[in-house]
C-alpha cells in the first residue's frame, strides 16, 4: 500500500501541461524543453535542485493553471498506485496582485477534491510558509490555511533555507492557531541545518512530523528523542540523494531511523524533478537501499498513523492496508 505524506505541488507539473501553459501564458521555452528544465541530471546541492523546481514557478501565477496542475498531481499518484497523497505548496510564490493567497490554496483544493472525486483516492493539501518570507506574508499563509481547514487543507508546514534563517521563534504563534483550527503540523528541518533543528521544530511549533529531518541520524540521543516522543520522520529517499543530504540509498539516514525504531513515512517530494515516483521509491529502498522489504512495508502503518486526515480516512486507509495484508 502506497501513502506519500511529502509532495510538492511545485514538483508534479507535467513537461507537456507546461507546455501548453507555457504557450497560453506567452512564456519561452527552455532550451532543451521543459522535461529537461525539469529533471535533475545527478546528485549534486539543494540550490541546484530547487533551481529545477523553480522552472515551474512562472506556470503557476494563475489560479486555472493551479487547479489543472493540482488535479494532475493527484491523478498520477493514483495511476501509481498510491492511495492516499498530501500535497504541499508554498502559496505565498504564486500569489500576484490579482490572485491571492486565499486564491491560491482555494484553487489548488479545487483541483484536488475534483481529482479525488475522479480516482477515489484521499487528499489533502498543506501550506507551506518560507523561511525567507515576511511576516505579513506568513501571516497570511496560516490565515488562509486555517480558513481552509475545512474545506481541503489538512496542514501547515515551513520550508526554506534553514541555514540562512534558522529562527522559529517568528512562525511559532502562527502554528498555534493552525493547532487550534485543527491542523495537521509538520516542519522542514535538519535537511540542510543540523540535528538539533529538529528538536526545536517539535518543542518550539509543536509538530508532529519532521521533513527529510536528514541530520537527525548523526546524533544517536536525538534519534532516541524523536521516537519517545513519537515524532514522524517523512523521509524522501532520491530527493535527499540528490539534494546531497544523503551519499546514497544504501547509506541513507532511514537505516538509523528504523534501527533506532523511529516511525518513517515515504514521500517523493517533487517527482517530475527527481523522475521517481512512490511506487518506486519503495522498490529502490530494497534493492538499492538494502532496507528489508517487510521494513519498508511497515512504514504504511506509520503513515496513517501520522496522516492529516480525519478519523474515517484514517479508517478506510487502515482496513485497505488490513486487507491487503491478508
Same mark, same amino acid.
Given at each position: 500500500?502506497?501513502?506519500?505524506?511529502?509532495?510538492?505541488?511545485?514538483?508534479?507539473?507535467?513537461?507537456?501541461?507546461?507546455?501548453?501553459?507555457?504557450?497560453?501564458?506567452?512564456?519561452?521555452?527552455?532550451?532543451?524543453?521543459?522535461?529537461?528544465?525539469?529533471?535533475?541530471?545527478?546528485?549534486?546541492?539543494?540550490?541546484?535542485?530547487?533551481?529545477?523546481?523553480?522552472?515551474?514557478?512562472?506556470?503557476?501565477?494563475?489560479?486555472?493553471?493551479?487547479?489543472?496542475?493540482?488535479?494532475?498531481?493527484?491523478?498520477?499518484?493514483?495511476?501509481?498506485?498510491?492511495?492516499?497523497?498530501?500535497?504541499?505548496?508554498?502559496?505565498?510564490?504564486?500569489?500576484?496582485?490579482?490572485?491571492?493567497?486565499?486564491?491560491?490554496?482555494?484553487?489548488?483544493?479545487?483541483?484536488?477534491?475534483?481529482?479525488?472525486?475522479?480516482?477515489?483516492? &484521499?487528499?489533502?493539501?498543506?501550506?507551506?510558509?518560507?523561511? &525567507?518570507?515576511?511576516?505579513?506574508?506568513?501571516?497570511?499563509?496560516?490565515?488562509?490555511?486555517?480558513?481552509?481547514?475545512?474545506?481541503?487543507?489538512?496542514?501547515?508546514?515551513?520550508?526554506?533555507?534553514?541555514?540562512?534563517?534558522?529562527?522559529?521563534?517568528?512562525?511559532?504563534?502562527?502554528?498555534?492557531?493552525?493547532?487550534?483550527?485543527?491542523?495537521?503540523?509538520?516542519?522542514?528541518?535538519?535537511?540542510?541545518?543540523?540535528?538539533?533543528?529538529?528538536?526545536?521544530?517539535?518543542?518550539?511549533?509543536?509538530?508532529?512530523?519532521?521533513? &527529510?529531518?536528514?541530520?537527525?541520524?548523526?546524533?544517536?540521543?536525538?534519534?532516541?528523542?524523536?521516537?519517545?516522543?513519537?515524532?514522524?520522520?517523512?523521509?524522501?529517499?532520491?530527493?535527499?540523494?540528490?539534494?546531497?543530504?544523503?551519499?546514497?540509498?544504501?547509506?541513507?539516514?532511514?537505516?538509523?531511523?528504523?534501527?533506532?525504531?523511529?516511525?518513517?513515512?515515504?514521500?517523493?517530494?517533487?517527482?517530475?524533478?527527481?523522475?521517481?515516483?512512490?511506487?518506486?521509491?519503495?522498490?529502490?529502498?530494497?534493492?538499492?537501499?538494502?532496507?528489508?522489504?517487510?521494513?519498508?512495508?511497515?512504514?504504511?502503518? &506509520?503513515?496513517?498513523?501520522?496522516?492529516?486526515?480525519?478519523?474515517?480516512?484514517?479508517?478506510?486507509?487502515?482496513?485497505?492496508?488490513?486487507?491487503?495484508?491478508?
Amino acid at each position: 500500500m502506497l501513502l506519500n505524506l511529502h509532495t510538492h505541488l511545485e514538483g508534479t507539473v507535467r513537461p507537456g501541461t507546461a507546455a501548453e501553459l507555457a504557450e497560453v501564458a506567452g512564456c519561452p521555452t527552455p532550451v532543451g524543453g521543459w522535461e529537461n528544465a525539469f529533471r535533475i541530471k545527478g546528485p549534486g546541492n539543494l540550490t541546484v535542485f530547487l533551481s529545477h523546481v523553480a522552472a515551474a514557478y512562472p506556470l503557476l501565477g494563475r489560479a486555472e493553471n493551479l487547479r489543472r496542475v493540482a488535479f494532475e498531481a493527484v491523478q498520477d499518484a493514483a495511476l501509481d498506485g498510491q492511495s492516499y497523497i498530501e500535497l504541499r505548496l508554498g502559496p505565498g510564490t504564486h500569489a500576484r496582485p490579482n490572485l491571492s493567497v486565499l486564491k491560491v490554496l482555494e484553487a489548488v483544493c479545487t483541483g484536488v477534491a475534483e481529482a479525488t472525486a475522479a480516482t477515489g483516492i &484521499h487528499a489533502g493539501v498543506i501550506a507551506c510558509m518560507l523561511r &525567507h518570507e515576511p511576516q505579513d506574508l506568513v501571516e497570511e499563509i496560516a490565515r488562509a490555511a486555517v480558513g481552509l481547514a475545512n474545506s481541503g487543507v489538512v496542514g501547515l508546514d515551513i520550508a526554506g533555507d534553514e541555514l540562512l534563517y534558522p529562527s522559529l521563534d517568528r512562525f511559532a504563534p502562527l502554528y498555534a492557531l493552525a493547532r487550534d483550527a485543527g491542523l495537521g503540523l509538520t516542519a522542514h528541518a535538519a535537511e540542510a541545518g543540523p540535528g538539533s533543528a529538529a528538536r526545536e521544530a517539535v518543542e518550539s511549533l509543536g509538530v508532529s512530523r519532521i521533513g &527529510h529531518g536528514s541530520h537527525i541520524a548523526d546524533e544517536p540521543k536525538l534519534l532516541d528523542w524523536i521516537r519517545d516522543e513519537g515524532v514522524t520522520i517523512e523521509v524522501c529517499p532520491t530527493s535527499n540523494v540528490l539534494t546531497g543530504a544523503a551519499p546514497s540509498l544504501a547509506e541513507h539516514p532511514v537505516h538509523a531511523f528504523v534501527k533506532a525504531g523511529i516511525a518513517v513515512a515515504l514521500g517523493d517530494d517533487n517527482p517530475e524533478n527527481t523522475g521517481v515516483r512512490l511506487s518506486e521509491e519503495v522498490r529502490l529502498l530494497v534493492t538499492k537501499g538494502d532496507l528489508k522489504a517487510e521494513a519498508v512495508a511497515g512504514f504504511a502503518r &506509520h503513515a496513517i498513523n501520522a496522516a492529516f486526515c480525519s478519523d474515517a480516512v484514517r479508517r478506510d486507509l487502515a482496513a485497505l492496508l488490513d486487507h491487503e495484508a491478508t
